[in-house]
């Protein structure tokens, strides 16, 4: 079956812009997680979903990121205000389970790479 | 805090040769533990993993070891061939299962 997509691949905003990354999990998984991947570096926690419900945004780095999912299936990571700071791979990953089954396979995206100039 | 540590950093094998790259964890509570290999701009992909009622997983050619008393796991790969080259990257399982990584293996197999 399809995997995790997301869209765009690639996005390239000048400071100060607002971006929208969108993420379609595998269809019937529960839960969905943002992760940011630096480059040369393992990929970091930003946020989690269990259907509609944000649980965890432990991970976000500023209140210029906010993230949404309101039908419980695709979810929006959005970042206001851009800076260059927010350069990174934003990666996507769901799984089946519901939130407290911690043994649960993460599927991954292919990511959008963002550029902020 | 919550923290992976990973290492090498670097590992650069000959075809036919083993690689073993070694994790450890922080969080005791941690009780899953999957193995990524990441190939340039691509998606992680899970090889392998583990959960903790068990010490040892094998699947062909890769295994992991888990060792819940000293917070150690490793991958160990063995004869290997040049596609095996990537970045791995090794994650343990916090409150509510989202995934702290380590900082990544880049793998060289030289044919």
């Known amino acids: 079956g399809a995997g995790v997509s997301q869209s765009p691949r690639y996005k390239v905003a000048k400071r100060g812009q607002d971006v929208a990354l969108r993420c379609d999990p595998i269809s019937g998984h529960v839960s969905l997680f943002w992760y940011q991947q630096a480059l040369g570096q393992g990929p970091e926690f930003l946020t989690y979903?269990?259907?509609?419900?944000?649980?965890?945004k432990s991970g976000l780095p500023s209140d210029r990121f906010f993230a949404e999912r309101p039908e419980g299936s695709v979810s929006t990571l959005k970042i206001q205000r851009t800076q260059q700071e927010d350069s990174a791979v934003y990666l996507c990953?769901?799984?089946?389970?519901?939130?407290?089954?911690?043994?649960?396979?993460?599927?991954f995206g292919p990511g959008t790479r963002l550029t902020v100039l | 805090g919550e923290n992976v540590e990973q290492h090498p950093s670097t590992l650069s094998v000959q075809e036919g040769d083993s690689a073993v790259i070694k994790c450890t964890y922080s969080?005791?509570?941690?009780?899953?533990f999957p193995w990524y290999k990441q190939e340039l701009g691509k998606r992680p992909q899970l090889i392998i993993d583990i959960r903790s009622n068990v010490g040892e997983k094998k699947d062909q050619r890769i295994a992991v070891t888990l060792n819940k008393t000293a917070k150690h796991f490793s991958l160990h790969i063995t004869e290997t061939q040049p596609e095996d080259s990537a970045v791995y990257f090794c994650?343990?399982?916090?409150?509510?299962?989202?995934?702290?990584f380590g900082q990544g293996t880049e793998l060289s197999v030289k044919p």
């Open positions: 969080d005791s509570a941690s009780n899953y």
């Open positions: 994650a343990a399982s916090m409150k509510g299962g989202k995934l702290i």
């Open positions: 990953a769901s799984s089946l389970k519901r939130w407290g089954s911690s043994t649960d396979t993460q599927y």
């Open positions: 979903f269990q259907n509609e419900a944000q649980l965890d």
